[in-house]
């Protein structure tokens, strides 16, 4: 795998596992865009539009946001130039409607996935990780209560998906826990 190659991937798992800081090294090192459906819903709500205004109401309570709002806003990212070549999704699909939405947007385009990424780690430690980015960043939808359901509605409905994409080969799991280079590591290793 070069940097030059066209790829087109998904990175998932659950709220704290690391998918923000390894998907923008990742995509760095593909030559491709990280597209971050959390970064974009924090835009939108910090610039107080309207769609970020409901995104809001369903971050805080640690709820996604509701799929028509999400898929137009990958649809539109998706189009942009700088993505024809590849990109690296962070944080969608979510949903097995969300997996076939995006089935849709990539047949229209003429392309598919070539791999979807889980990086998994132990609860307790995402609790962890997430109180303490909480602290440091002061975000309001990383408290005790909001993080234990973030993670209970990953595991209802986003781990649902991980057998679909297994179901597909093109699944590859890698552990998530360790230092920022052990797991880019073990990332790189998966892929090749």
Partial sequence: MTASSARRLVLMGPPGAGKGTQASRLAEHLGVPAISTGDIFRANVAERTELGQQAQRYMDAGEYVPDEVTNAMVADRLAADDA???????????????????????????????????????????VKRLLGRA?????????????????????????????????????????GLGSVDDVAARLLDALS
């Fill in 84 to 126: 024809t070549a590849g990109f690296l999704l962070d944080g969608y699909p979510r949903t097995e409607a969300q997996v076939g939405e995006l089935d849709r947007m990539l047949e229209a385009a003429g392309v598919s996935l070539d791999v979807v990424v889980e990086l998994t780690a132990d609860v307790d430690e995402l």
């Fill in 135 to 175: 602290a440091e960043q002061g975000r309001s939808d990383d408290t005790e209560s909001v993080i234990r359901r973030r993670l209970e509605v990953y595991s209802e409905q986003t781990a649902a998906l991980v057998d679909v994409y297994d179901a597909r080969g093109i699944l590859v799991r890698v552990d």
